[in-house]
Antibody, heavy 120, light 108 residues
Framework: EVQLVQSGAEVKKPGESLQISCKGS????????IGWVRQKSGKGLEWMGI????????TYSPSFQGQVTISADKSVSAAYLHLTSLKASDTAIYFC?????????????WGQGTQVTVSS | SSELTQDPAVSVALGQTVRITCQGD??????ATWYQQRPGQAPVLVFY???NRPSGIPDRFSGSSSGNTVSLTITGAQAEDEADYYC???????????FGGGTKLTVL
């Protein structure tokens, strides 16, 4: 079974940093794009960016460029979302997603989501 | 523009047909994808491209496209179809993905 399993919920203070992990299983990790999607409470979905674990080719949404870092470690079949200088407005659920085949623009599989709460 | 516009809310009587639409200039050039998100759950892919339904998605879900508008149609809506629906496609530059604002479907 193809799965994306994300790390657990986090509670952080403003100014802190955070890394969320997303481990893929049941498929060849290096052959599919992995992306990240943000969803604030009661709001819609926001595409943040993607990475191709095979060669670490990465693209960021202009809305998130410079604000986050996406990386991948193919040796452990995991992708990461790194957030720095956290603000209350970063409070959200973050989903990792996998592409359909090698089509970067079609999201097929979703992780379970990681709730991030930033509060003093 | 680089936006996808959806009606915030739509309702349908149980067993009837409902169409959920998504408008955007980029849809003239790029295929759209539809996701269903039930409360407290991750989204699920329900339709993509011109005529593709993932395995396990009921055939009451179908899609269509015309000009700058794509539609997701549910023929014979069921109670379990009550959810938020999001369209997704490339933006006008073709370099990024964007989501519509979502449509909350209520099954009466």
């Amino acid at each position: 079974e193809v799965q994306l399993v994300q790390s657990g919920a986090e509670v952080k203070k403003p100014g802190e940093s955070l890394q969320i992990s997303c481990k893929g299983s049941g498929y060849s990790f290096t052959r599919y794009w992995i992306g990240w999607v943000r969803q604030k409470s009661g709001k819609g979905l926001e595409w943040m960016g993607i990475i191709y674990p095979g060669d670490s080719d990465t693209t960021y949404s202009p809305s998130f460029q410079g604000q986050v870092t996406i990386s991948a470690d193919k040796s452990v079949s995991a992708a990461y979302l790194h957030l720095t200088s956290l603000k209350a407005s970063d409070t959200a659920i973050y989903f990792c997603v996998r592409s359909y085949t090698n089509s970067w623009d079609l999201i097929e599989i979703w992780g379970q989501g990681t709730q991030v709460t930033v509060s003093s | 523009s680089s936006e996808l516009t959806q009606d915030p809310a739509v309702s349908v009587a149980l067993g009837q047909t409902v169409r959920i639409t998504c408008q955007g200039d980029s849809l003239r050039n790029y295929h759209a994808t539809w996701y269903q998100q039930r409360p407290g759950q991750a989204p699920v892919l329900v339709f993509y491209g011109n005529n593709n339904r993932p395995s396990g998605i009921p055939d009451r879900f179908s899609g269509s496209s015309s000009g700058n508008t794509v539609s997701l149609t549910i023929t014979g809506a069921q109670a379990e179809d009550e959810a938020d629906y999001y369209c997704n496609s490339r933006d006008s530059s073709g370099n990024y993905l964007i989501f519509g604002g979502g449509t909350k479907l209520t099954v009466l």
